[in-house]
């Protein structure tokens, strides 16, 4: 075979990691100066307040066309999320009374939960 | 001809006919990979205990002839979905808990929803661990229950334990868990209080967007991302990998919002006056010092760790006022110090030897 020094593909990969770690540890050291985040901070505040002044606009340009905004859909989600997990409960409670149920009907079907006796390996080679 | 070079043209052809064969078998494998779905993750067999807006409690089905008696209630982070704690099967810790004879119950988080903006510090800390404490309690029919938290759900746990120091938890277990967040310089350097203004943004956007998080993380290694797909295509044909690529991008980008004033309290009394660190922290209004902290307590922190530098979590052993303490440090980073062929080997077997004897 081939010694691993001369392998293209091993060369390949070798390349690809140093580039990343060369990257990320410029990148880094550019991330980590107050001008950063002054620059990061400044772009990510205007993004914020663009959006809620959009998220505004369009929420009163959908009411005037009779049309559903977003903040309606996310209500009418958040109404599909708690039905679900109402849902949710409701299986957990009908799993629960079945296991009961299969328990009362018949004892020796049911899986009881294991004693809680065990002890560590050590300990029991120990005694 | 060829020895001066080392290469012989037997090595050759076989090389050139190994690199067309994974050639062919990319493009197939390539178009599999876009028409098929990843691995089903978190599928060991659990149940539903509690479900209350955000948090989820579960209960996951023993599988040993005969458990420990102290139960193990596992505290995620509230940024990510606690399936990287179940992967697949031979690959789960969950599991790995279970066949080594634990009862393990994990309170894991669901996005909040808008309305639950509001969620604070003291909702996690003084309701929902507590309240799911309680019913670990009720379900297992023991009093004590031993905590095990990833990530910010140390902190979480740090902060009930540093509250709640008479008991019910018996032991603690912190997995990467920061508590000097000064030195998580780039998070650190992120929020700068002089140009981040989280009152405007969380004014704004109500919570946290799971984007934005994702984001903060990705700019902790911005080329980490485009070099992972180069080693995904290099390695498409090895069905393993992919296998493990998939397992580990789709948690990594499954992140969750953050409440508005649950991040705001991260923010300001955190990130930008250290509280925990400086011994200043209190949660709805109760003191969270960490010398309260007295049950024996595990820290396994990751050598190679960029989201919690060692700096930002070396301090807590020395911090918490237990006797029976312990710090590991372990080779890999901040996700493969859990899970994957690293945790299999190096974390799981340290944290069973540790809980076993402290769980009777």
Redesign the interface.
Same mark, same amino acid.
């Given at each position: 075979m081939a010694d691993k020094g001369n392998d293209p593909a091993v060369i390949w990969q070798t390349m690809i990691g140093e580039m990343e770690k060369g990257f990320n540890s410029f990148a880094n050291q550019a991330m980590g100066t107050p001008e950063f985040s002054r620059l990061m901070n400044q772009a990510g505040g205007f993004a914020a307040g663009a959006q809620k002044q959009l998220g505004e606009l369009m929420e009163r340009y959908l009411v005037s066309m009779n049309l559903p905004s977003r903040s309606q859909l996310v209500g009418m989600a958040e109404r599909l999320q708690s039905i679900e997990s109402q849902l949710n409960e409701i299986r957990a409670l009908l799993n629960q009374m079945n296991r009961s149920a299969s328990n009362a009907e018949s004892p020796a079907a049911a899986k009881p939960r294991p004693p809680r006796t065990k002890r560590p390996p050590g300990e029991k080679e120990q005694k | 001809m060829n020895a001066p070079? @080392?290469?012989d043209a037997a !090595?050759?052809a $076989?090389?050139v006919q190994s $690199?067309v064969q994974r050639a062919i078998q990319r493009s197939i494998k390539g178009v599999e990979y876009l028409s098929t779905s990843g691995p089903s993750l978190g599928s060991t067999p659990k *149940?539903? &205990?509690h479900?209350r807006g955000t948090m989820n409690l579960y209960h996951y089905r023993?599988v040993? *002839? $005969?458990? =420990?008696?102290v139960p193990v209630l596992i505290v995620m982070a509230t940024t990510n979905r606690g399936y990287i704690l179940d992967l697949v099967p031979g690959q789960s810790f969950i599991e790995f808990l279970l066949k080594r004879?634990y009862?393990v119950y994990m309170l894991d988080w669901a996005a909040p929803?808008? $309305?639950e903006k509001h969620l604070g510090m003291e909702d996690y800390v003084l309701d929902f661990i507590p309240d799911c404490v309680r019913r670990v309690q009720q379900d297992?029919g023991?009093m004590d229950v031993s905590v095990i938290g990833y990530c910010f759900g140390g902190v979480l746990s740090l902060l009930y334990g540093s509250i709640f120091r008479d008991g019910p938890m018996k032991n603690l277990i912190c997995f990467t868990t920061p508590i000097d967040f000064r030195e998580m310089?780039?998070f650190s350097? %992120?929020s700068?209080r002089? =140009? %981040?203004?989280v009152d405007?943004?969380i004014d704004?956007?109500g919570n946290m967007p799971p984007e &934005?998080i994702l984001s903060s993380f990705e700019? &902790?290694?911005?080329? !980490?991302r485009?070099?992972s797909q180069?080693?995904l295509w *290099?390695n498409i044909w090895n069905d393993e990998f992919v296998k493990s690529y998939r397992m580990f991008d789709r948690w990594a980008t499954d992140t969750l919002p953050l409440a508005g004033d649950y991040f705001r309290t991260i923010t300001k009394d955190l990130m930008w006056d250290n509280k925990l660190y400086n011994d200043a922290m209190s949660v709805g209004g109760r003191a969270a010092k960490l010398e309260n902290i007295k049950v024996p307590i595990l820290h396994a922190v990751a050598e190679h760790d960029h989201i919690v530098p060692y700096e930002a979590a070396r301090h807590l052993i020395t911090k918490v006022g237990s006797t029976d303490k312990e710090e590991v440090i372990l080779k890999g980073g901040h996700v493969s110090l859990v899970a994957g062929a690293n945790a299999i080997k190096r974390l799981w077997p340290k944290l069973d030897?540790w809980l @076993?004897?402290r769980?009777?």
């Open positions: - | 070079l @080392g290469i !090595s050759i $076989e090389r $690199e *149940d539903i &205990l479900v023993p040993a *002839d $005969e458990i =420990y008696r004879g009862d929803k808008p $309305e297992s023991e310089k780039l350097n %992120f700068d002089r =140009y %981040f203004d405007r943004l704004s956007v &934005l700019m &902790l290694r911005p080329a !980490s485009a070099a180069v080693q *290099d030897s @076993g004897k769980s009777t």
